[in-house]
């Protein structure tokens, strides 16, 4: 895609399982990368924050791998049978979700087109996947986002990964959950825009 774009560098950035995604471009390709965005997202164990207790990672994993081979039904279900408001309400009710939006149904319904099976496959993937040990070695200007109340990649997190950053900037709105992006979008924007002008992007 760079050469494609006849970029010679560029900022990268990505939300949830993206900031594992940027990080490990990083990783391979320093020289491309200018600056790096890490919206909402963990940099290693990503389903760890989905269990209460670290003894409970087997028995998700293995239901992640059961799962996998129920994809094509669950493929038929997500497609045809779930209705986009009752997930919607049921997650603005569970915490999941700050505030319910048109954007966000509209998110949804196209999330319901995903393969559930190439799905769950990239998530075990990237639960076996940490960025940790290179943490350290990012050079980069890197803006690093959370939300208060995200579940999937909780602040906590953030906070780990701004202090193995040096000189990274940490920006958290208490109110957001793991679809901040969508929920404070304007607040999130004009966060990256300043932090991008600073950078002199």
């Known amino acids: 895609m760079r050469d494609a774009e006849g970029l010679s560098s560029f900022v990268l950035g990505g939300w949830s399982m993206g900031v594992q995604l940027s990080l490990e471009y990083y990783r391979r390709?320093?020289?491309d990368v200018r600056a790096l965005v890490l919206i909402n997202g963990p940099y290693e164990r990503a389903l760890a924050?989905?269990?209460p207790v670290p003894w409970l990672e087997p028995a998700l994993l293995f239901t992640i791998g059961l799962a996998r081979h129920l994809s094509p039904g669950m493929n038929l279900v997500s497609r045809r049978l779930l209705n986009l408001n009752m997930v919607t309400?049921?997650?603005e009710l569970g915490g999941l979700l700050a505030k319910r939006s048109?954007?966000?149904v509209k998110l949804l319904d196209q999330f319901r087109q995903v393969?559930?099976?190439?799905y769950l496959t990239v998530m075990r993937k990237l639960h076996e996947h940490s960025a940790a040990a290179h943490l350290g070695e990012v050079e980069v200007p890197t803006l690093i986002?959370?939300?208060g109340r995200d579940r999937m990649a909780p602040v906590a997190t953030a906070e780990q990964?701004?202090?193995l950053i040096a000189g990274s900037e940490l920006f958290v709105i208490p109110e957001g959950t793991h679809y901040m992006p969508i929920e404070f979008g304007e607040a999130l924007?004009?966060?990256i825009e300043r932090f991008l002008r600073a950078v002199g992007e």
């Open 145 to 147: 986002t959370a939300g």
């Open 161 to 163: 990964l701004h202090r």
């Open 102 to 104: 048109d954007h966000f």
């Open 49 to 51: 924050p989905v269990v």
């Open 29 to 31: 390709h320093r020289s």
């Open 189 to 191: 924007v004009d966060r």
């Open 115 to 118: 393969d559930w099976g190439r």
């Open 89 to 91: 309400h049921g997650m």
